[in-house]
């Protein structure tokens, strides 16, 4: 039985429980060690699960967001050549 | 499940006698003597389409968020704002010749049939009896896509004031 | 066959288009024109699309709005499809992503990789990546890259290439409409883009009558109310609208919106003026087996039930007494089918409108409040739950748990303001609680960066109405710093300022109020630099 906080790479909850365990205790490092947010969909349904896992282990408020980058959405890079060369 | 008393904002629907503490509940003479409107929309929300459609002015809301109020003698049991109530919380009550009568919104499928037999259910969902539908009207007020509007004809009048909804059980015959 | 779409309806004539056949792994499939690939598979009875990626567990789609991702499948020959928001095509041939890793995935299993391993082991040497990659890839079910490039094929052309205009609005929803009215009435070239088919955002899948004041919306059905909306843009020839087309970057040095649409084209798109309307995310739960094919978002439910008629199950439970679970209980119930219950952890109150829970229970259906859900039962598909009564600090009181026959649970427990593309725009963000998740500090005229807007759910979230009182005033606003001014403006704005506030009043809106007030400025570009 498992409690799943991130669809896109499996990450269960006790997952994101045993980082934080072991030191990985804020946001952005808890992202790089497990995978969370960094699927297709971007951390569209882990990131607020993920933040409350972390707010009740830490008893910390999370108030910062992680940064975001684009693009948000996964997109071919032969799309993006494309568009580039055509600039020219 | 229900090993505590719930306040009515737990439990999501109001008893009669809570309805009756917010007056909200017409007197027994005016029940007796037309078909008459009550509003079962107790809290602050901002909504007001049934002040809006009443063509007697029966209904008061003092602000956009205030609940509304019926006045019973201007009420003319014209069924407009049971069709428009988005929060479906608009029935009509009367009791006549002994036996009771509601009109309520209906929104389900098996479309109403005059003389429909229904179960008859009360604003927890208990099935409280049985009843027949008398004509059943499909209308459209401020919106393309109607509602019907119903009334249903019970024996027992006490049960008017507890009737809220109908499950169409069909044809009398 | 099985066939679970719905065909008698109190309210909704489904309007399905032509039928057409579609293959999954080779088995034809009655399917219409206007569902989606995962809404017609659905609607044959399938339940799941893949397996995941690490512990190989069923997954079928869970938002139907292209968010989660969980619905991926390989739609002729291209990869990691998201199937919910593709529509049909006759002849389209589907297949679940094979995985070789269906075999291994006791091993993997056993070895514990961290998930990442199978995205970035083996990225060096260069020259092996490609084979290697191939090998993960088809061992985690990924997809295999796409035999040859795929060139886009010339029919169904998305917009292509790169475009100047004056006002760009992301998001199709009430509050980007109403935007691009009010600008586009007045004269201002607009773009509004929405990565939908059609324009409505969540209006197109709400069936019941609005709240409101009855000037704006009330009484009005949602879906109805956005299809006036669409049709007052339509008078518009100054209002270009790009559906099927998601907004993915924005680059504030070229100061260049990034735009994805159908076929993998591409629009660069420079505007004046942004308005970022994008609405928001479902939140969700964590339970054990949360991710059954059968866990479904109250709004992946509401559009399966409302859009493309069809049922998602027979008999299914809700969690969350917010209006949204509570309008899904409805509209399940109007669509015929069972709800056993409609159960969340709340204390004090059933968070949503009275009405809206007393008319659900007349029909009876419960509404529990002090309860939440421990598991779901099910091995492929949601089979059951189990539930259990809580103590007034959230722990489940032993003893209590109860098991309820169910085939699908729905999950409406709130929204997320989308924020992604917001913070692009190097905004300041706040988090607020009452507002929902992480929301941009911005001035009265809704600016929270230099040259971008915000309106509706993905600012505050609220309702449809309020969403559109602030697309207009975002609109107006943007309208005026295009230096056009009238006196007329400056009435409408003082119109629209008046009725948000009377749509505020009650006291479900006192804590919001005052969040608001508390991110509103008079001067963003002092909070920014
Ligand atoms: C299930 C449910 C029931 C509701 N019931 C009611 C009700 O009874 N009464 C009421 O008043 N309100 C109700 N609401 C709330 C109301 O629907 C929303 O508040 C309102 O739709 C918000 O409008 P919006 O324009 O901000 O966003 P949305 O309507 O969400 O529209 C946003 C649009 O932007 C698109 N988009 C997002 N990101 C991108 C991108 N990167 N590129 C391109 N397009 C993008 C989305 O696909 C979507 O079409 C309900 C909401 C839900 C979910
Ligand atoms: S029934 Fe008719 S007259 Fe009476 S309150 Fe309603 S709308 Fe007014
Ligand atoms: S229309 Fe219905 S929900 Fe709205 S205020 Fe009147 S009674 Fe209440
Ligand atoms: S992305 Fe398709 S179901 Fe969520």
Redesign the pocket.
């Known amino acids: 039985m498992k409690k799943i906080v991130c669809r896109c790479h499996d990450v269960t909850e006790s997952d994101i429980e045993d980082a934080i365990d072991s030191g990985y205790d804020d946001f952005e490092s808890l992202k790089r060690i497990t995978g969370i947010t960094t699927g297709q969909c971007q951390g569209k349904t882990c990131m607020d699960l993920a933040r409350g896992i972390l707010e009740r282990k830490t008893g910390k408020p999370v108030t910062q967001t992680t940064r975001i980058r684009s693009p948000i959405d996964p997109i071919t890079l032969g799309s993006l050549v494309k568009s580039t060369a055509k600039k020219k | 499940m229900a090993d505590e008393e719930l306040k009515a904002v737990q439990r999501g629907y109001n008893t009669r006698e809570e309805l009756e503490e917010l007056n909200v509940l017409p007197p027994e003479e005016i029940v007796a003597s037309k078909r008459i409107a009550m509003?079962e929309?107790t809290e602050e929300?901002p909504?007001?389409?049934?002040?809006y459609i009443c063509r007697v002015d029966a209904i008061t809301?003092d602000s956009l968020s205030a609940p509304?109020i019926v006045d019973w003698e201007k009420c003319t049991g014209c069924t407009a704002c049971v069709a428009?109530?988005?929060?479906l919380?608009?029935f009509l009550q009367q009791i006549k010749d002994g036996k009771g009568y509601v009109t309520l919104p209906y929104e389900l499928l098996p479309a109403p049939k005059d003389g429909d037999r229904v179960e008859l259910q009360d604003r927890s969902g208990a099935v409280v009896g049985e009843g027949v539908i008398v004509k059943p009207t499909y209308q459209a007020r401020g919106d393309a896509y109607p509602r019907w509007v119903v009334t249903v004809e019970m024996d027992d009048p006490a049960l008017s004031y507890e009737v809220r909804s109908i499950r169409i059980l069909g044809d009398q015959k | 066959m099985v066939d679970w779409r719905i065909y008698e309806h109190p309210i909704l004539e489904f309007d399905r288009g032509e039928e057409v056949t579609i293959y999954l792994d080779g088995e034809p499939m009655k399917a219409f024109e206007s569902e989606t690939v995962a809404a017609a598979l659905y609607a044959n009875g399938l339940r799941e699309f893949s397996k995941s990626i690490k512990y190989r567990r069923p997954r079928g789609f869970f938002c139907a709005i292209g968010r989660c991702s969980t619905c991926m499948m390989e739609v002729d020959g291209v990869p990691n499809v998201r199937t919910c928001i593709v529509m049909v095509k006759a002849g389209m041939r589907i297949k679940r992503q094979k995985y070789l890793a269906e075999y291994l995935s006791p091993i993997l299993n056993l070895m514990k990789l961290p998930p990442q391993v199978y995205m970035r082991l083996m990225t060096r040497p260069g020259i092996i990546y490609k084979p290697a990659m191939m090998v993960m890839r088809q061992l985690t079910g990924l997809g295999a890259f796409p035999k040859k490039v795929l060139d886009p094929p010339p029919q169904n052309q998305g917009a292509q290439g790169e475009i100047s205009t004056e006002f760009l609005i992301v998001g199709g929803g009430p509050a980007g409409m109403q935007a691009a009215i009010e600008a586009g009435q007045r004269g201002i070239s607009v773009v509004i883009v929405d990565d939908k088919d059609r324009l409505g955002g969540q209006l197109v899948k709400q069936t019941h009558t609005f709240?409101s004041d009855i000037k704006y919306a009330a009484g009005k059905r949602g879906f109805k109310l956005g299809e006036e909306m669409i049709s007052q843009l339509d008078q518009l020839p100054n209002v270009r609208v790009i559906t099927e087309t998601s907004a993915v970057g924005y680059y504030p040095k070229e100061d260049i919106m990034l735009l994805k649409g159908p076929n993998n084209t591409t629009l660069k798109v420079n505007a004046k003026k942004y308005l970022v309307a994008t609405g928001a995310y479902e939140k969700t739960l964590v339970f054990e087996n949360n991710d059954l094919p059968g866990v479904y978002g109250a709004g992946g439910v509401q559009t399966l039930l409302n859009v493309f008629g069809i049922k998602p199950g027979n008999r299914g439970i809700l969690l969350g007494t917010g209006n949204v679970a509570l309008m899904v209980a409805y509209h399940l119930i109007q669509a015929g089918i069972e709800v056993a219950g409609v159960y969340a952890p709340s204390f004090r109150r059933v968070r949503g409108y009275f009405?809206h829970a007393a008319k659900i229970q007349r029909h009876g259906v419960p509404v529990v409040t002090r309860h939440t859900i421990v598991k779901a039962l099910g091995r492929k598909e949601v089979k059951g739950a189990i539930m259990t009564k809580l103590n007034t600090d959230y722990s489940h009181v032993p003893g209590s748990q109860f098991k309820v026959d169910c085939d699908f649970i729905c999950i409406g427990v709130g929204l997320n303001p989308a924020y992604d593309l917001v913070q692009l725009f190097n905004p300041k963000m706040v988090r607020s609680g009452v507002l929902g998740g992480f929301v941009p500090i911005r001035d009265k005229t809704y600016r929270f960066a230099e040259n971008a807007y915000i309106a509706g759910d993905c600012g505050s979230i609220e309702e449809a109405t309020t969403a559109v009182l602030e697309g207009g005033l975002a609109g107006l606003h943007v309208t005026e710093a295009l230096d056009i001014r009238s006196e007329e403006i400056s009435e409408k704005i003082t119109e629209y300022e008046h009725a948000l506030e009377e749509d505020r009043s009650s006291p479900f809106s006192a804590g919001l109020k005052t969040a608001m007030n508390e991110i509103t400025v008079d001067d963003i570009m002092e909070v920014l630099t």
């Open positions: 509003i929309c929300i909504c007001n389409p049934c002040a809301k509304p428009v109530c988005p929060g919380s608009v | 709240f009405v």
